[in-house]
């Protein structure tokens, strides 16, 4: 079950976001990833779907000073009744000794912070999206090409590290190489991202790790990206016949954590300069996404042939 505990929460967010936990200390509550299927995970006071973290402002703050003593009591009976996974009161508002007797009974962290509502929701909705995602590992280097993400993959020793160290050459950038961390933010989105123990470098047989930010400076290397593509390099086994289509009608993909990536696979020979057949692919692939492409184009204009010959 992917969750994320308050305490790493508040711990991870604490200084950007100033928070303060007043109350609610030994409360051992947990954001999980379930709670994401049926309603936001943060977001602004709702009693009647109410969120995993609920966040008060100056407005929540003002409504709640003009109810009576019973009116206060339900209030707070209301919410900490399921209860949150934490309160969060934003905008410097003083918190109500009601809301912090509430949170001290029911175990509830309760933060403070100067911060607006605004400001958290967005920080914490990032930051739960990234803890809560799910996650895989695949072997390969993972590069930006033209601006695409392209995850490069073959058997050990095909040659995946030296294309992407001639790729960088020729100006394109390092995500990661040999692990790639791969997480899914949303239905269709994956983002691939580099270990921190191996960030920045690129092994290339003869010639150990490169340290590819201090060889090619900052622009060779990237955070993060998109996985939008997947490039194959295939090496025919020794004498074997060559089994892939010269033509391929059918377009290729692979499945990563639910998501479909579009696939190519790269045949490696001697003499073919595989950086400019993958930025090829990678054009190709562009053209495809703005509606032009190149195989359908030929199919027609031989169909055309073809019917005015008869």
């Not at 590290?161 to 899914?184: F, K, Q, T």
């Not at 123990?197 to 990206?225: C, H, S």
């Amino acid at each position: 079950m992917l969750q994320v505990d308050v305490t790493q929460l508040h711990d991870d967010n604490r200084e950007a976001l100033l928070l303060a936990w007043v109350a609610g200390r030994d409360g051992s509550t947990a954001v999980r990833r379930e709670a994401a299927v049926s309603a936001a995970l943060i977001g602004h006071l709702n009693l009647t779907h109410p969120n995993s973290i609920q966040v008060l402002g100056a407005y929540e703050a003002q409504m709640f000073a003009g109810f009576d003593a019973a009116g206060r009591a339900e209030f707070v009976a209301r919410l900490y009744g399921s209860p949150p996974t934490a309160v969060v009161l934003v905008d410097g508002i003083n918190v109500p000794q009601e809301l912090l007797e509430g949170a001290t009974r029911t175990h509830t962290p309760l933060f403070t912070t100067p911060m607006p509502a605004a400001r958290v929701i967005e920080r914490l909705a990032g930051y739960l999206s990234k803890a809560l995602a799910e996650s895989t590992t695949r072997h390969g280097v993972f590069m930006d090409v033209l601006g695409l993400g392209v995850l490069i993959t073959g058997e050990s020793g095909v040659g995946k590290s030296e294309l992407g160290l001639e790729l960088i050459s020729r100006g394109h950038g390092l995500v990661a190489d040999d692990v790639v961390e791969i997480s899914r933010l949303a239905a269709n989105t994956l983002v691939g991202r580099c270990p921190g123990m191996l960030r920045d470098y690129l092994e290339v047989r003869g010639l150990g790790l490169l340290n590819i930010r201090t060889i090619f400076g900052e622009t060779a290397v990237r955070p993060k990206m998109k996985v939008k593509l997947i490039a194959h390099l295939d090496k025919p086994a020794s004498g074997g016949r060559d089994t892939i289509e010269r033509l391929p009608l059918a377009e290729l993909s692979e499945d990563i954590l639910g998501v479909t990536i579009r696939k190519v696979i790269i045949p490696v020979a001697a003499g073919r300069n595989l950086a400019v057949l993958l930025e090829a692919a990678v054009r190709n692939y562009i053209l495809q996404l703005r509606g032009i492409d190149s195989n359908a184009e030929f199919m027609a204009r031989q169909k055309l042939a073809i019917d005015r010959g008869a």
